[in-house]
């Protein structure tokens, strides 16, 4: 029989995610603070339960995908750090945390479940809401070899590509090198685009010219910030869903501790922060490729 998975955190990415394992067959009891984001499970199939222990009372395997390191220390560690739902599982339940956190907090719930004899890993996910859904993600997982073995099939459900980085907090770092990137690259390619429109070019040929030439990247080909260039994007919907700025933001800010607490120089990305970060002020719930609306005000009205 497929284990029982219990899944906390049912947002942008959680939702999809979450529906791809009812979909597959996987038994599935769910939370979230949100009963919005619980009654659109409910729907599909799983049974809602109201506290993450509940969630979990007879779960082999604990999914969490929640927005910062605040919620995933909350969740697993509790108030006063042994009062959350580590102490309430089973040893040798499988905790698989997918939210992008500082590695040094993974590693601080990762030593608090090794403790109690609780398989945990860190696997943060590349992909956005689009491979959310399709089930097309890649995971990035730190942890123990059996552990990610154990892993290894319940995560091919949601993702494509599943890599194990390393230890404990080696998922985490992989993350924030790599949204490090995504913010520089959405940035630049807003404010290519500005620059084209501001001379007169209509802004899906000069996507299209750039998608043809050196210029090419993830951002223009499947996350195009200005609106109506691609269908289905959060720019041609009003920025919402995708997302949100304030993550963006958070993300940037967890690359920059991380560079400074090992004094590696990342002027590209302090650039990127400085932006999200201005940007995230005004407009932190809206997706991240909104960042277009510094140059661009129209497309935020
Ligand atoms: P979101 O804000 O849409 O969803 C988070 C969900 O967690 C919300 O439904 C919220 O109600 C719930 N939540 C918060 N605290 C909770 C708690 N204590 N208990 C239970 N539920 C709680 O965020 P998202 O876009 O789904 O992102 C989740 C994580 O994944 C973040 O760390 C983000 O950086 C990362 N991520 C997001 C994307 C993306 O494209 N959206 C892509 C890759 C990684």
Same mark, same amino acid.
């Given at each position: ?58 779960? $082999?395997?604990?999914?969490?995908? /929640?927005? *910062? !390191? ?9 108030? +006063? =750090?042994? #009062? ?94 790599? $949204?490090?990137?995504?913010?520089? /690259?959405? *940035? !630049? ?9 501001? +001379? =007169?070019? #209509? ?99």
């Amino acid at each position: 029989a497929k284990p029982t998975i219990a899944f906390i955190g049912l947002g942008n990415m959680g939702a999809p995610m979450a529906e791809n394992l009812l979909k597959a067959g996987y038994p599935l009891s769910v939370y979230d603070l949100s009963a919005e984001a619980t009654a659109r499970l409910q729907q599909a199939g799983a049974s809602v339960a109201t506290s993450p222990k509940e969630a979990a009372s007879n779960a $082999n395997v604990v999914i969490s995908m /929640l927005p *910062a !390191g605040k919620h995933v220390h909350s969740v697993y560690l509790g108030e +006063n =750090g042994s #009062d959350g739902l580590l102490a309430e599982l089973p040893k040798g339940t499988l905790v698989i945390d997918s939210s992008t956190i500082a590695a040094a907090d993974a590693r601080l719930v990762a030593d608090a479940a090794t403790g109690l004899g609780i398989d945990f890993l860190d696997a943060p996910v590349s992909g956005g809401t689009g491979g959310a859904i399709a089930g097309s993600l890649t995971f990035i997982v730190g942890g123990s070899a059996d552990a990610f073995a154990k892993a290894e099939p319940i995560l091919a459900v949601m993702g494509k590509n599943i890599f194990h980085a390393g230890e404990h907090g080696a998922g985490q770092v992989a993350k924030i090198c790599n $949204n490090m990137l995504l913010g520089i /690259l959405m *940035a !630049g390619t807003a404010e290519a685009i500005n620059l084209g429109v501001k +001379n =007169g070019l #209509d802004a899906k040929v000069l996507s299209d010219i750039m998608l043809q030439s050196s210029g090419r990247n993830w951002t223009l080909e499947v996350y195009n910030p200005y609106p109506q260039v691609l269908e289905n994007v959060p720019s041609s919907k009003g920025y919402k869903g995708g997302f949100m700025s304030k993550l963006m933001q958070k993300d940037l800010n967890l690359a920059m501790q991380t560079a400074k607490d090992t004094a590696v120089e990342t002027p590209m990305g302090a650039k990127a922060t400085e932006l999200y970060d201005d940007h995230a002020r005004e407009n932190g719930d809206k997706d991240f490729s909104s960042i277009m609306g510094r140059h661009d005000h129209s497309v935020l009205s």
